[in-house]
């Protein structure tokens, strides 16, 4: 059997759980619940199957192995394991007739995203085919450029868990938060910054597994494309329930750019002030 063969295998089990899961509990966040776990099994089934004697498997497999760590236990804190569902997988279903959030529930969340969690990591069936191709210097730098996005996600999603605590303070002491939605530190400079180290860290998979083979033009790209796609679509409804919530909201999308950090545009009565002097 070839690694590749066992992680569809495995994948379909995952799969076939998580829609059983979500039908019997009523519960569409199982898919949450495996995305943090299944992708760090299916790096370290290829480096096994390499013998764990090829260092850029091995070390593709830790680094998605420290990944996995960390998203595991933001999810955990804030009760993704207890049976806290995605906030909006319940404004979906009341949009939806019973049916066609069903239909959406096996395409999209348990069949599509699946499918998705195979691709990102195929990177490493890459790197498996090209096992012979000397670990290197780039190698490296793309080895410390994920530990970087890694660090910049676990940085914004801290500082979100860090606004929202201090935000549920506030509303429980019966006072206003002088905030809705987090606008400082790295959000000052991205709308979602954790978002867009989250996609990085699959390009820079890619981008090993592209070295192995001494080409950009692979198809394990396919995961990385269909993430990307992936999260510009949860963007927007995410930023769309956001806005229903908050109208001030508009102000903040017209500042900060929506995913890639950048500096804040100025603000448009500075911007006529600066223009008049």
Known sequence: MKPFVLVLIVAGAFGAFAWIASLVSGDTSWV???????PVIYLWVFAAWAGLRNVRLDVMAALVSIWGARLTFNLARKGG??????????ILRARMTRWRFQLFNFFFVVLYQNIILILITLPALTAYEHRGAPFGVLDALLAIAFLACTAGETVADQQQWDF????????????????QFLQTGLFRFSRHPNFFFE???????FLMGALAARSLLEWTAAGAILLTLLFIGSTRFTESITLSRYPEYEHYQRQTSPVVPWFPRRRLADAQAFEVN
């Open 32 to 38: 949450d619940r495996l995305w943090s776990i299944v």
């Open 81 to 90: 394991y207890r049976g806290v569902e995605d906030y909006r997988w319940p």
């Open 164 to 179: 929202q605590t201090a935000k549920s303070a506030e509303i429980a002491a019966g006072r206003t938060p002088p905030s």
């Open 199 to 205: 996609q990085a860290q699959w390009w820079v998979l």
